[in-house]
């Protein structure tokens, strides 16, 4: 396994970002027409093992399955083609037919982020492909999200109006419990949220405002937003943790994890440019890898958390000026990762290692080309950009603006200036703590276990590796066991995403409801916290400068 390990340079005020001359590769030396195949290649791979009746790949979970036609999509779309646009509807809607509600019974049952994370995949599709069909699904994939968020008269009376039975607390810390978003649908005593299921929700809202203009989205990816800053945002590291628990006001979950920071990077990157965005000050952005002892051959769902913080540093560089530093920065960083795919990680540039400084895997693992593939299609959307240099934005390209399916709830907002290019200071005066809080947390070597996220009854089913480091695997996953009903499931690889409870082949506790038809957003209260101030983030920025210059860098990349 490969672990990211993050570095954040302060500099005298001027922007000034020099890349160290320890970096290994950090320069793209392969022309876009030859990083286009590679990424086409590797899609390939991945486009040939997805089950077209149920939308699927047998050998990854249902997560992981969303990422594969996530990326998928992406790669059209940076690409500017349709080339895969049939097997991208087609897998969807054949996955929504078999879970109208696109839970899944697998371990962990009916988690909300399981819909979010197939909400983004219908979304990255209709991006791509201007397919108003795969935005309606993104859309109601929202709407069905929403009977578990919590709103401002939740907040006031400590219940929800779902499954839950029982109260959680309305005076946890600032009193903000508005935006959470609860991770089990059907587990009437369970008021934890994390950052997988929050921070899924704030990137499809913010997603969804700026492909709509509905000011609703907006205010709900602010809100929750907050809360993530409010409850799940630790000051000695600057990082966003894994779950709070509304029931008891506490952290639940301490480790970091890269997905969590990516969905709430990837928000950001657009509420950094919505009109309640503020200024503040600078920042800049390295990351190296570094070798662990993970074993590349069984499928660990944490390979591919990187997928997801991948697709917000390209969300956030493509919202960067060409002439901002922190592009090189970002452009640097992935050229260190593509190469080190290219050099590293595969034999003939066709199959990869999920373990990224090698070796190779004698045969392709579905889990080793999913990690890949954000890397290579961020190498693909950087390439095509040098064709088009006079705009002083990095966008993908954007055909059409994609037309307000049926039902879909009219306006709230103009989006139009969604994609005009940022500053650095603009986007890093939102993410400056996030980003410099997993830097540092990433260079501390943390001995834990990852155990029993919610259920006790779980500690003699699940056996757990004891090694553990900020933002990587910590469990060796058993595949759940084939038990009676197993057949009207969708087949699995080796593991569920997460250790998070609840016995395998379990069948559902109660049914959950459908898809709407019709959709509409909830107006929210005029009350919704608003996003941190500018005073709030310099004085964020601040701290983290100081923990920076008291620590020494971590380890650079390896010179292989």
Not at 220 to 246: C, P
């Amino acid at each position: 396994m490969v672990h990211v390990q993050l570095l954040v340079s302060a500099v005298a005020q001027g922007d000034e970002y020099t890349i160290p001359s320890n970096w290994r590769k950090p320069a793209f030396s392969l022309p876009p027409s030859q990083r286009t195949s590679i990424a086409q290649i590797a899609i390939n791979t991945l486009t040939n093992t997805i089950d077209i009746n149920n939308g699927t790949n047998s050998a990854l979970n249902t997560w992981q399955s969303a990422n594969v036609l996530a990326d998928i999509a992406q790669l059209d779309y940076v690409s500017n083609t349709k080339e895969n646009h049939i097997l991208v509807q087609q897998s969807v809607a054949a996955f929504r037919n078999g879970h109208p509600a696109f839970f899944d019974t697998q371990i962990p049952r009916n988690v909300t982020s399981d819909p979010l994370m197939w909400g983004l995949a219908a979304f990255y599709g209709a991006r791509a492909y201007n397919d108003t069909g795969l935005l309606a699904t993104s859309i109601s994939v929202w709407s069905l999200v929403q009977q578990y968020v919590v709103d401002d008269q939740d907040t006031a009376s400590g219940t929800q109006p779902t499954d839950k039975n029982g109260t959680f607390r309305t005076n946890c810390s600032s009193n903000i419990n508005a935006g959470a978003v609860f991770w089990q649908a059907t587990s009437p005593d369970d008021y934890t949220t994390n950052a997988e299921t929050v921070g899924a929700y704030v990137a499809l809202s913010a997603h969804l405002w700026e492909a709509t203009g509905n000011k609703t989205y907006l205010d709900s990816a602010e809100q929750s937003a907050q809360f993530m800053y409010t409850h799940m945002y630790t000051d000695d590291l600057q990082i966003i943790q894994d779950t709070f628990d509304l029931a008891t006001c506490t952290v639940t979950g301490q480790l970091e994890w890269t997905y969590n920071q990516g969905f709430f990077m990837e928000g950001l990157s657009f509420l950094s440019n919505a009109p309640l965005a503020t200024n503040s000050t600078w920042t800049s952005l390295l990351r190296t890898l570094e070798a662990t002892n993970f074993d590349p051959s069984q499928n660990l769902v944490v390979f591919n958390y990187r997928n997801v913080f991948i697709r917000a540093l390209l969300e956030i560089w493509s919202r960067t000026s060409s002439s901002d530093p922190m592009a090189s920065f970002i452009e640097a960083f992935v050229a260190v990762q593509f190469n080190a795919l290219q050099d590293l990680a595969s034999d003939d540039n066709t199959n990869y290692s999920p373990v990224w400084t090698g070796p190779p895997l004698p045969v392709m693992a579905p889990w080793g080309q999913l990690a890949a593939v954000p890397v290579l299609n961020a190498a693909v959307h950087m390439a095509l950009h040098l064709s088009n240099t006079n705009n002083s934005a990095k966008g993908v390209p954007t055909p059409t603006p994609i037309a307000a399916p049926s039902g879909a709830p009219s306006s709230g907002s103009n989006a139009s200036n969604a994609s005009e290019s940022l500053s650095s200071s603009a986007i890093a005066g939102i993410i400056t703590g996030l980003l410099a809080g997993a830097i540092l947390a990433s260079a501390l070597v943390v001995s834990v276990r990852r155990y029993k996220r919610h259920i006790a009854s779980d500690e003699k089913e699940w056996q757990l590796a004891v090694h553990v480091q900020p933002f990587e695997s910590s469990a060796l996953y058993q595949q759940p066991a084939e038990t009676e009903g197993a057949s009207e499931r969708v087949q699995m690889g080796s593991e569920r995403e997460h250790i998070r409870g609840h016995d395998a082949g379990e069948d559902v506790e109660r049914p959950l409801s459908t898809l709407p038809d019709r959709v509409q957003p909830p107006i929210p209260s005029p009350s919704a916290a608003r996003a941190p101030n500018e005073g709030f983030i310099d004085e964020l920025a601040e701290q983290v400068l100081e923990r920076i210059r008291r620590r020494e860098e971590p380890p650079a990349y390896s010179q292989r």
